[in-house]
């Protein structure tokens, strides 16, 4: 059995190791387009906060790794598959033939939609090259403009702030992190970083850079005033590669649809990670979540697939968790609460703590959480398990910090 893997992301290194263990024999060849070994993107802001190395990115820290397990890993980008022949095509001229395809090549990062965002100094921060560009401009008394306060955006925030650089970040949306925080959260989150010398400014729209002289360019918004900057860095966000899947009737929507064995509409072509729109744990709907968590489930399941196994996939649970300059908050499932419904709140602005939880009849099925650390797991798995809760969620409802208790009370029963 031939197994070919598009992308050298998490999703696709995965993917192939978990092939190796199922299938001694199958020849695996990993071929990905960027010129570093396999790497964690997630890992950038640590890289440039100065805590890790370039190789400390790395998603397998020996050279040899690849190699022990017999799975070739090239370098190289596919152009075109050719679902008759079963092979994939490569820029360089060279083709793979494969009896199982996956597609794990990840997305990539949108710009502005604005004149002046292809200049030189306006980047995004996606991959190890960008983190190399933006290590040459960044640094003390820099200034910089971060366009976007999504998940990436207040990811890579702390990245930018630090080393003495003066950060301004500007958000469409009415508060920071809005697909993924309420307003009490976002705006929580929001307040932190200005009491930490970020200036934040929301419900803005960028709408020209301009280059002025010395390398520093403006960024014009459309109410308010014009901002300075010597690096402009966007985080508006992105766009799974499909393209080069045009003509062979693989179907994409937002990303490449699978199915319930991460098979997408084609025979024998399978797609996993950022690049994928695949069940939704919570909603039952199809979507793409571009967050690492669900690249590394569709991995999984995808190669037991591949290698002829039966492995049902149930759906990911999208669940976000962020350090911003130091601040941790996550979301959980349906955040935004359901019809029908009911919610507990506990906010405690002055100590930046916050606890939502929502609940559909007695069972949790997502949550909102600032400043809070320990209940994380209870919280993933009481939605994961879709426990019910009985005379605990009355409990919760008048004081959502007991949801630990009302974990280790509730999951025995379903043990
Ligand atoms: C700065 C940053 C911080 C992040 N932090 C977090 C976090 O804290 N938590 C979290 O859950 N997620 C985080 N993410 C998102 C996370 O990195 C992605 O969800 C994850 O990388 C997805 O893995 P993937 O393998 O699907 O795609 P990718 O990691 O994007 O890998 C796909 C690979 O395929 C290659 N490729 C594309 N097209 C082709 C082609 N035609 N031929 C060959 N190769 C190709 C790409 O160049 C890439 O190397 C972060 C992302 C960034 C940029």
């Not at 387009?33 to 640590?46: L, Q, T």
């Not at 199915?259 to 729109?277: H, K, P, T």
Request: charged share 20%; net charge negative; proline share 5%.
């Amino acid at each position: 059995m031939r197994y070919v893997i598009i992308g050298a992301g998490p999703a696709g290194v995965t993917a192939g190791e978990a092939l190796r263990r199922v299938d001694p024999e199958g020849a695996v060849t990993i071929v990905g387009d960027e010129p570093e070994p396999p790497y964690s993107r997630m890992a950038i802001p640590y890289l440039r906060t100065g805590r890790i190395e370039e190789q400390g990115t790395y998603l397998r820290k020996s050279a040899e790794h690849f190699e022990k397990q017999a799975i070739e890993v090239i370098q190289g980008r596919v152009v075109r598959i050719v679902p008759s022949s079963r092979s994939a095509e490569l820029e360089d001229g060279g083709s793979l033939s494969y009896d199982r395809l996956l597609v794990a090549t990840g997305s990539q990062p949108l710009m502005p939609k604005v004149p002046g965002a292809d200049l030189p100094g306006v980047h995004p921060c996606w991959t190890l090259a960008d983190a190399r560009e933006i290590a040459g401009r960044a640094g003390a008394g820099r200034k910089i403009v971060l366009i976007g306060a999504g998940f990436i955006g207040s990811i890579i925030l702390e990245a930018l702030a630090i080393r003495g650089a003066a950060l301004t970040v500007l958000e469409m949306g009415d508060r920071m992190v809005p697909r993924m925080m309420n307003e009490q959260a976002g705006n929580l989150i929001r307040r932190w970083c200005e009491a930490r010398g970020v200036e934040v400014r929301v419900s803005t729209q960028v709408t020209e850079i301009r280059d002025l002289v010395d390398e520093k360019l403006r960024v014009i918004v459309r109410d308010g005033e014009p901002i300075e900057a010597d690096l402009v860095i966007s985080a508006v966000g992105v766009r799974p590669n499909v393209g080069f899947l045009d003509g062979t009737g693989v179907e994409t929507r937002a990303g490449v649809v699978v199915d319930g064995r991460l098979q997408s509409s084609v025979a024998d072509i399978f797609a996993a990670g950022d690049v994928a729109e695949g069940r939704d744990f919570s909603t039952g709907g199809y979507a793409v979540h571009a967050v690492q968590p669900t690249a590394a489930d569709h991995a999984r399941i995808a190669a037991l697939n591949m290698a002829g196994l039966s492995a049902p996939f149930q759906g990911s649970l999208l669940m976000n968790v962020l350090d911003t300059l130091g601040l941790i908050s996550a979301s959980f499932g349906q955040w935004m609460g359901v019809e029908g419904g009911e919610t507990a709140e506990l906010l405690e602005p002055d100590a930046y703590r916050y606890l939502c939880l929502q609940f559909d009849g007695d069972v949790l099925v997502g949550a909102n959480s600032l400043g809070h650390t320990d209940h994380i797991g209870a919280v993933r798995g009481l939605i994961q398990g879709r426990i019910s809760l009985g005379g605990w969620k009355d409990t919760l409802l008048r004081n959502p910090t007991r949801i630990m208790e009302a974990y280790v009370a509730r999951a025995k029963l379903y043990a």
